[in-house]
Each structure stands twice: as structure tokens, then as C-alpha cells.
């Protein structure tokens, strides 16, 4: 019984990280703690495309453990992430969105934490705003990181506004 319950967590746990199924480029790893014999801990630099947001990216900062845990991947990775967002070109809206709906989800740990990047659009200053967090299925974590992206126009074509596009 528990095993069935397990690997229906472990399904579901795939089914939702399917949903958005964008991996994030690898910028650079960096060691922070040196491990003799396995491999060190690290901070990890990645950039993802704001899926439904043309022309807005997103840098962010996890860290990694290394150590026998981090080696056999059964690490819980810990919830300090940090977030940056910018436009990196004209701004086009691919599809209507909700507030607070999810950009990015990534698993964290075997079953039960996950990182995810979340939209929203600040309609009174045109700015869509991104925050990462991370959270566990019993526990979330109160760490987060925010990052705003005022849209402007790009070129000769205006900038669109956001609000236009909210569900």
C-alpha cells in the first residue's frame, strides 16, 4: 500500500513538472565547499525564457549539494534562490495568464520540495513581476526572491500592456 502511495506521489510529481517542460540553460557552476572524494557543493547560474513572454528572460541562482547525497541525487536541496528578470527584447504576449501562475517549477529534492518562478503584472505600472520560491508538500520555506520588469517600448513597437493580457 505505501509503495503504491509512493509512486503515485512520484507520477504526479512528473505529470506537474511535465506542464512546463522548458529546461533553463546552464550559464556557469561555481564550487562553494570543496568534497574530498565526491563532488563539491556548488552555486548553479541558469537563464529560462519566459515561456507565454517573448522577449523577457530570467537568470537565477540555485545551489547544489554535492557530498555522497548530492552524488547519489537524494539531496534535499536547500530554499535559498535568488532571481533576476530583464527585457531582452520587444515584449509579446503569447497567450492570456493569470496572476500568480506558474513560469518555471523545478524539483528539488526526491519527492516533496520544488522551485518554482511565478508571473504576475503590476497593472498600474505596466512591470510584470516574477518571485521564486521554494516548497515542500508538508512545510514551504518563507525564502523567496523578487524581480520586476518594467515593459518598455523596443524599437518603433509600443509597449504593450500587461493588464491587457491578465485572465
Known amino acids: 500500500m505505501m509503495m503504491r502511495m509512493i509512486a503515485a506521489v512520484a507520477a504526479l510529481a512528473l505529470s506537474?513538472?511535465?506542464a512546463l517542460a522548458q529546461d533553463p540553460d546552464l550559464i556557469f557552476k561555481r564550487s562553494?565547499?570543496?568534497k574530498f572524494l565526491t563532488p563539491d557543493h556548488k552555486l548553479a547560474v541558469y537563464?529560462?525564457?519566459?515561456p507565454l513572454v517573448g522577449g523577457v528572460a530570467?537568470?537565477?541562482t540555485v545551489p547544489e549539494k554535492g557530498?555522497?547525497?548530492?552524488?547519489?541525487?537524494?539531496?534535499?536541496?536547500v530554499s535559498d534562490i535568488s532571481l533576476a528578470c530583464?527585457?531582452?527584447?520587444?515584449v509579446v504576449f503569447k497567450q492570456k495568464f493569470e496572476q500568480g501562475e506558474d513560469m518555471y517549477r523545478q524539483s528539488r529534492s526526491l519527492f516533496f520540495k520544488k522551485m518554482q518562478i511565478v508571473r504576475?503584472?503590476?497593472?498600474?505600472r505596466n512591470v510584470l513581476v516574477y518571485l521564486v520560491y521554494s516548497d515542500r508538500l508538508i512545510e514551504g520555506s518563507p525564502k523567496n526572491s523578487t524581480s520586476?520588469?518594467?515593459i518598455m517600448p523596443w524599437g518603433d513597437a509600443a509597449a504593450p500592456k500587461c493588464a491587457d493580457w491578465l485572465d
Open 16 to 18: 506537474v513538472t511535465g
Open 67 to 77: 557530498g555522497v547525497e548530492g552524488m547519489l541525487g537524494i539531496a534535499e536541496e
Open 86 to 90: 530583464r527585457q531582452i527584447g520587444p
Open 120 to 124: 504576475g503584472c503590476d497593472a498600474a
Open 148 to 150: 520586476s520588469v518594467p
Open 58 to 60: 530570467c537568470h537565477f
Open 32 to 34: 562553494t565547499v570543496w
Open 47 to 50: 537563464a529560462i525564457d519566459d
